[in-house]
């Protein structure tokens, strides 16, 4: 597998640090079930909602990249994206 070296992008992905491959992740599945199985639900449920807050917080934020998505930028722009 090449090196993911990140480039700085240009002004068609606004602006945002883009990586040339997409990350490797390695995901292990484990099965718990019970009384634990529950509250391990419960805890993931609550980091995924305060997660996903942050994120729709972090977007309103003034001075945050209101940027569009570069396939926006080309709608917009009258380019075809494809």
């Given at each position: 597998m090449a090196e993911a070296s990140p480039k700085r992008s240009d002004r068609s992905?606004?602006?945002r640090?883009?990586?040339r491959e997409?990350?490797?992740m390695v995901?292990?599945?484990q099965i718990l079930e019970?009384?634990?199985g529950v509250r391990l639900r419960r805890?993931?449920?609550q980091v995924i909602r305060e997660v996903v807050e942050w994120v729709a917080q972090r977007?309103?934020?003034p001075g945050s990249s209101g940027a569009p998505a570069p396939e926006e930028e080309d709608r917009q722009a009258g380019r075809d994206p494809r």
């Open positions: 992905t606004g602006g640090f883009v990586p997409p990350p490797r995901f292990e599945i019970g009384p634990e805890e993931q449920a977007r309103s934020e």
